[in-house]
Nanobody
C-alpha cells in the first residue's frame, strides 16, 4: 500500500527555518516525481516545489524561489523541503504528493491535479 507521511512542521518565528520530510513506503520512490503543496485556511492548495524521480530537475513557485529547496534521498525513501527565511504568509498545511514520472510532463509538476497520491499534511505556522 502506497503511503506518504509528512513530518517536520511546527511553529517558527519570521526569518526562521524548518525542514519538512516526506517519507514514502509501499512503492519504489525512484520511479516517482514528488511535489510539495500547501493550503492556507480558505485558500486553494497550491504547488510549492517539485522534483523529478532522479532529483535532476526541480521547479519552484515564484513565491518561494531562493528561500525553499527541495531534495530527495531515494535510498532513504524520503523527500525534503528546506524552508529558509520564512514569512507569515508561508503559514499553511504542507502536503507531499507523488506521481509516476512516466505520467508527468515535468513542466506541469506544480499542478495538484497531476498527482495520484497524497500525504496527510503537516502544519507550518510562521508567527512572532
Amino acid at each position: 500500500q502506497l503511503q506518504l507521511v509528512e513530518s517536520g512542521g511546527g511553529l517558527v518565528q519570521p526569518g526562521g527555518s524548518l525542514r519538512l520530510s516526506c517519507a514514502a513506503s509501499g512503492f519504489t520512490l525512484d520511479d516517482y516525481s514528488i511535489g510539495w503543496f500547501r493550503q492556507a485556511p480558505g485558500k486553494e492548495r497550491d504547488g510549492v516545489a517539485c522534483i523529478s524521480s532522479s532529483g535532476g530537475s526541480t521547479n519552484y513557485a515564484d513565491s518561494v524561489k531562493g528561500r525553499f529547496t527541495i531534495s530527495r534521498d531515494n535510498a532513504k525513501h524520503t523527500v525534503y523541503l528546506q524552508m529558509n527565511s520564512l514569512k507569515p504568509e508561508d503559514t499553511a498545511v504542507y502536503y507531499c504528493a507523488a506521481i509516476p514520472q512516466a505520467l508527468l510532463l515535468f513542466s506541469q509538476c506544480l499542478r495538484r491535479q497531476k498527482y495520484n497520491y497524497w500525504g496527510q499534511g503537516t502544519q507550518v505556522t510562521v508567527s512572532s
